[in-house]
């Protein structure tokens, strides 16, 4: 069995967003509630966001598009090594958000882990692309098996590496600043209230170790492999942290570093805005990633496929089934891959080799 697996509670999947609502236990006395619903301000579509926007509510209007392509590639096709590198063929993991046992049955359908939970994959290359806790039932034993699997890619000759996302930075302010008042720009606000808000689960908290915070904290923000510029989020906010991948990632474990509550709170609003890539603009938002950092397309997680598809309505909306995800979504002239399959309002968890054939 995997590393982590069964240590959290069991959790009722349903087809309905109501993942994305305040937990139960907010309202609950207990050591994780020491503050109120900080802000009732609801941030605008896209990056519209007003001056001082706080990301203490869900974010995620309803979008209707039809910009948007949905690659399916077939699961059986061969992972060829990449030609003339010497390196395997490369992949990449969209939001896991504490789904455990799915991660595992997704990387097992690709061949990357054997029937024992253990790196099968020899000199393959494996890129997460952040969100590994919260609304799901097992944060920590996802965290503990890339952990894991890091150093087994690592034996065999390949890799297994990941990136910071915004829910990493939530998790880290959390434990660090509890229910400490940062500068939201629209009232109180602390970074245990927005945690509880956006799917924290006690259980993660609870086994939450000093391994697990060292190793968030040390996680890179944007990557370019094999001419794909990997990020977490899809929004233009990298470019105020630097003006190459080094200079970003740098100024990113600088501010974790330093352990200001306002300046980490500043970094996890920006890398919780979206929808930078959609609309009017959008694909001219990503050339000026790829121009200043690098790479020919952009590969994203953070925003749900079911949404930039207009698949899923709001909260309450119980009439339109399953979002039906079998593939991450090219958009913004095709510059932008999506990577975000909405396992937390029963999508699919995304595995995907790179490049698509599309």
């Known amino acids: 069995m995997t590393q982590g697996a069964g240590q959290g509670p069991e959790v009722e999947r349903t087809a309905t967003l109501r993942d994305f609502r305040v937990p139960a236990y907010v309202h609950e006395a207990g050591p994780y509630v020491h503050s109120t619903h900080p802000g009732e301000v609801a941030p605008p579509p896209a990056e519209t966001y007003p001056e001082g926007y706080t990301p203490t509510q869900r974010d995620l209007p309803v979008v209707n598009r039809g910009d948007t392509v949905q690659v399916?590639?077939?699961?059986?096709?061969?992972?060829?090594?990449?030609?003339?590198?010497?390196?395997?063929?490369?992949?990449?993991?969209?939001?896991v958000h504490g789904y455990l046992d799915e991660l595992v049955a997704?990387?097992?359908?690709?061949?990357?882990?054997?029937?024992?939970?253990?790196?099968?994959?020899?000199?393959?290359?494996?890129?997460?692309?952040?969100?590994?806790?919260?609304?799901?039932?097992?944060?920590?034993?996802?965290?503990?098996?890339?952990?894991?699997?890091?150093?087994?890619?690592?034996?065999?000759?390949?890799?297994?590496?990941?990136?910071?996302?915004?829910?990493e930075l939530l998790l880290l302010g959390a434990k660090r600043f509890g229910d400490t008042p940062v500068n939201s720009g629209a009232g109180t606000a602390t970074f245990q209230a927005a945690w509880l808000l956006n799917g924290g689960q006690k259980t993660d908290m609870d086994r939450l170790q000093d391994h697990h915070l060292q190793w968030m904290s040390r996680l890179d923000a944007v990557e370019e492999v094999d001419g794909h510029l990997l990020v977490h989020s899809d929004t233009t906010a990298y470019l105020d942290y630097g003006r190459s991948i080094e200079e970003v990632n740098d100024n990113v474990r600088e501010t974790l570093t330093r352990n200001d509550a306002d300046e980490v709170w500043d970094l996890f609003r920006k890398f919780t805005k979206r929808?930078?890539?959609?609309?009017?603009?959008?694909?001219?938002?990503?050339?000026?990633?790829?121009?200043?950092?690098?790479?020919?397309?952009?590969?994203?997680?953070?925003?749900?496929?079911?949404?930039?598809?207009?698949?899923?309505?709001?909260?309450?909306?119980?009439?339109?089934?399953?979002?039906?995800?079998?593939?991450?979504?090219?958009?913004?002239?095709?510059?932008?891959?999506?990577?975000?399959?909405?396992?937390?309002?029963?999508?699919?968890?995304?595995v995907q080799q790179l490049p698509l054939d599309t």
């Open 72 to 95: 399916t590639i077939d699961p059986e096709a061969a992972a060829a090594p990449q030609a003339n590198t010497g390196q395997g063929p490369l992949y990449v993991v969209g939001d």
């Open 106 to 167: 997704a990387l097992q359908e690709k061949g990357l882990l054997d029937a024992a939970g253990n790196w099968c994959a020899g000199t393959a290359r494996l890129w997460f692309l952040g969100d590994f806790t919260d609304r799901g039932p097992d944060g920590i034993g996802v965290i503990d098996l890339v952990m894991r699997l890091s150093a087994e890619a690592a034996a065999a000759g390949g890799y297994c590496k990941a990136l910071m996302g915004n829910h």
């Open 275 to 350: 929808f930078s890539f959609r609309d009017e603009g959008g694909a001219d938002a990503v050339r000026s990633l790829l121009d200043t950092y690098g790479g020919t397309r952009i590969v994203h997680g953070h925003s749900p496929i079911p949404y930039l598809l207009g698949e899923v309505g709001s909260e309450d909306d119980d009439e339109r089934g399953d979002p039906v995800i079998e593939g991450p979504h090219v958009y913004a002239d095709g510059l932008a891959i999506a990577m975000d399959g909405g396992v937390t309002m029963a999508g699919k968890l995304l």
